[in-house]
């Protein structure tokens, strides 16, 4: 599989490549920064630069061109509200358009746990201008006819992979990177998860037992 990795320089991201890497999958990680690229490689990827908060649909198109699958796994990082607009919600939508003009159906958005049009996040909470964008973002992929997934995952650790999560938590927890890069990994692979929206914490079921059970 051709995979176009958006965010490729990203803490999940880093930790997704060599998995597919190593299963033989081709990926191409866009990243903003030049200076990203010697480890993208390491990671096993070749490096696109293409700063998203820029990059044009056009742009995204021709990079989105020619692969198998897009994973959206870039962020702003928090911090500035218009430029966490700017790129969880602006810069992911034009992703989206790119995918479908580009006829390239297989898109994995990394969200979060609990993201919603109806989050209830406080407008004075710092954390509202990413609750919104994620839920546009999110709510955009759904509603167009791609092959999508929709992968969230609660607070991120630095804990090692255990290679086991829990789908069916009522309550956002937390769960490692590379828990999630797994189960980016995953579902990548396996079709029954299209049109799936999968939150999950650390847990207790293997990845293939939770993705069978959404």
């Known amino acids: 599989m ?43 990827a070749t490096p696109l630069v293409c700063d998203v908060e820029q990059c044009g649909t056009e742009d995204l198109t021709s990079l989105v061109s020619q692969h198998d699958a897009v994973v959206w796994s870039a962020g702003a990082g928090g911090g500035d509200p218009m430029r966490t607009y700017a790129v969880d919600k602006d810069a992911a939508i034009r992703s989206i358009d790119a995918a479908i003009a580009a006829g390239v159906r297989r898109y994995v958005m990394v969200s979060y746990f609990g993201a919603s049009l109806n989050h209830d996040v406080p407008a004075e909470s710092p954390f509202f201008p990413y609750a919104e964008a994620k839920a546009a973002a999110d709510a955009y992929l759904r509603a167009s006819d791609l092959a999508w997934t929709i992968v969230a995952p609660s607070a991120l ?58």
């Open 157 to 214: 650790t630095l804990e090692p992979a255990t290679g086991r999560i829990d789908p069916d938590a009522p309550a956002a927890g937390s769960v490692s990177r590379a828990d999630v890069a797994a189960v980016v990994a995953a579902v990548l692979a396996d079709p029954s998860t299209i049109g799936k929206t999968i939150p999950f914490n650390a847990g207790d079921l293997t990845i293939a037992e939770a993705l069978a059970r959404v």
């Open 2 to 44: 051709d995979v176009l990795l958006i965010g490729g320089h990203g803490k999940v991201a880093l930790l997704l490549t060599p998995l597919l890497a190593e299963r033989g999958d081709h990926v191409e990680s866009v990243i903003r920064f030049s200076e990203q690229a010697d480890a993208v490689r390491a990671a096993g």
